[in-house]
């Protein structure tokens, strides 16, 4: 089965660089949603979208932004890259529905690294 | 807020031990609970869940039972097995009419070590 694509997986950047993370969810889905996870630590809520409006937002930096585009596919975009932006970020995505339950699936992850 | 607490780890156990890793929950309504789990290298799977209260969710000879009077969610299993090795995350989310949606909030993680 189809599962959440994220890319790159891995990434390098530099301080004060921007970034653009990918997150293509699993087809027929319609929301997505971003987590990061710092070192050690346990995943938080970034923001999420539902039929490409942002539905919620979590503790997100004013430097980075994100959307939803019209395939549904989402991007992350991190400017001002700072040390402790060296983060796991994850895109779930899900079928949102209010008569029945609401899984998130994960993504494998974009392991960013600010240097 | 919302919040997860989860026991202190990490949690280091032989083959066939019996394990439990325990989870209580601060939440306005009632919200659906949840374990991941993480390992090394990849992302997050969703391993159980409960919707409401007295619900047990399992899989893999995993459970955890939704416990509303105590705000628990405690994850437990019989006899683990080396392949267990892994950080389990327990999370919530909002509910609405029995349906959950929204975003999730995790506990810390616990680290699980299982030794042949």
């Known amino acids: 089965a189809a599962g959440v694509i994220q890319s790159p997986r891995h990434l390098i950047k530099e301080k004060r660089e921007t970034a653009t993370l990918k997150c293509y969810p699993i087809?027929?889905?319609?929301?997505v949603y971003w987590y990061q996870q710092g070192p050690g630590q346990d995943p938080q809520f970034l923001i999420s979208?539902?039929?490409?409006?942002?539905?919620d937002k979590g503790s997100i930096p004013d430097r980075f932004s994100a959307q939803q585009f019209s395939d549904y596919h989402s991007e992350l975009n991190m400017s001002s890259l700072e040390l402790g932006d060296s983060a796991l970020y994850f895109c779930?995505?899900?079928?949102?529905?209010?008569?029945?339950?609401?899984?998130?699936?994960f993504g494998p992850g974009t392991r960013l690294t600010v240097l | 807020g919302d919040s997860v607490t989860q026991m202190e780890g990490p949690v280091t156990l032989s083959e066939e031990a019996f394990l439990t890793i325990n989870c209580t929950y601060t939440?306005?309504?009632?919200?659906?609970l949840f374990w991941y789990v993480q390992y090394p290298g990849e992302g997050l799977q969703l391993l159980l869940k409960?919707?409401?209260?007295?619900d047990k969710g399992s899989n893999k000879g995993f459970e955890a039972t939704y416990r509303k009077e105590t705000t628990s969610f405690h994850l437990e299993k019989g006899s683990v097995q080396v392949s267990d090795s892994a950080v389990y995350f327990c999370?919530?989310?909002?509910?609405?009419?029995?349906?959950?949606?929204?975003?999730?909030?995790f506990g810390q993680g616990t680290i699980l070590t299982v030794h042949p």
């Open positions: 409960a919707t409401k209260a007295d």
């Open positions: 087809p027929r889905h319609d929301t």
């Open positions: 779930a995505s899900t079928k949102t529905s209010r008569s029945s339950y609401n899984e998130q699936f």
């Open positions: 979208f539902y039929e490409k409006m942002q539905s």
């Open positions: 939440a306005t309504g009632y919200p659906s």
């Open positions: 999370a919530l989310s909002p509910n609405a009419g029995g349906t959950s949606y929204g975003k999730l909030t």
